[in-house]
């Protein structure tokens, strides 16, 4: 079977409607082998704003849906996704090239945020406050604000669709949704697995969700509509840099998750055995296309030679390869335009000094697929190509003597999304942790810097963009906030004292 039939029939069993995937002008490739799988018809522009008006209207409906009903729909969803589990998890193989645990990991990302939403959708708690004056009572609550738009890219083209559409319904808030145009597929089947729970929950509002086909001009549209009250848009640091000040100028919310440059410190007192398996999932996991991917480490110089060997080790012997067909670790990269790019910031840091281990292109049976060994590269300074983000597996490592050196070089990148700490010294640790410490929005001891689970808040600082998915509290990003003050007394003290007696 060639991987297009292979694509059709999943697609067909997860429900979607295969005349959508054939035909039109936007081609999707598998890079597994570089076949043309779909070409898929784009949304037109005047589509979009229909879309967005839709989703206005079942806004509307929806945010007058008790929010522990606006739950059931999605404690549904997650039925579904455990249903479709094995078909998702590998049309994301087929789609981005994600090794079958990986594309199977990230469905059950998906599963573990509805399961999260469905219990927050009965604890979209406000506060009661004290209030100065007697006879009085204040309050916050929270209501559903608007429709919302999703910026998702290929790396999980599922997952953080579902981080923010899983919270968004509970919200009360509809979904318009544009998924990478290299990765839209995966999106049309979520879609196909959210109608069918939207049918089984029975009375929602049509339009909770659309999807837009296209390219960055279609979610612009997204972007500069009024009536998209938030985008949350996962991408490059460039694509939020076009977004974010859109967004602030038509006061609209954002939620931006961009870049990251995130590194790791291997200290004197680390468990070595503990750190190679971690900095190896982190660096080479998902062939390093993870906005987590450890893409920086600072070996303490105490413990370099016994580390650093080892990892190139793990470098050398690490399964690359066709992840349908063999036990691959490490899958392909996305396109050409990837292994590029990794070349060119191959040949950057080899110019810097640095001593390269892998990196080459890997051959097999298919010369439109690009498969490449990890990079794992030496460098004898911080700086020039090591602050940028390569997004390919390309891991830079180099050697520190002080801790509190090596902080500041850990930080003195433009994004502060992960990062992670190995050592078995609780003053190491916590400084690490603290205030002076990382200055991303994720910092692990003793795990790498990938692989967060959904019930923290995710995202980062700096060039990251600031925005927070996911569990712990992100779920106000998709609500607006009224305070309530009410006067139950005879009198009308003004509050501060102030009087203004007629
Ligand atoms: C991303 O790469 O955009 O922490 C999301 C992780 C995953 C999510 C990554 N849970 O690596």
Known sequence: MTIQDQTNEILGRLGVDLKQCTGGSLPVYSPVSGELIADLHVTTPDEAIQAIDLADAAYRQWRN??????????????????AAKDDLGLLVSLEVGKVPSEGLGEVQEMIDICDFAVGLSRQLYGLTIATERPGHRMMETWHPLGAIGVISAFNFPVAVWCWNTALALVCGDPVVWKPSEKAPLTALACAAILKRAIAKFGDAPDNLLTVLIGDYAIGEVLVDHPKIRLVSATGSTRMGRAVGPKLAQRFARSLLELGGNNAG?????ADLDMALRAIAFGAMGTAGQRCTSMRRLFVHEQVYDQLVPRLKKAYQSVSVGNPLESDALVGPLIDEGA????????KAASAQGGEITGGERVDTAHSGAYYARPALVEMPAHEGVVLEET????????????FDQVLEDHNAVGAGLSSSI????IR???IFLGAGGSDCGIANVNIGTSGAEIGGAFGGEKETGGG??????AWKAYMRRATNTINYSTELPLAQGVSFDL
């Open 65 to 82: 849906v008790p929010a522990p009903r606006r739950g059931e729909l999605v404690r549904i969803l997650g039925e579904e996704l455990r």
């Open 265 to 269: 410190i291997v200290c004197p007192s």
């Open 339 to 346: 292994f590029t790019s990794m070349q060119s910031a191959l």
């Open 391 to 402: 997004f390919a597996p390309i891991l830079y490592v180099m050697k520190y003597t002080d």
């Open 422 to 425: 190995f050592t078995t010294d």
């Open 428 to 430: 190491e640790a916590e």
């Open 468 to 473: 927070r998915e996911s569990g712990s509290d």
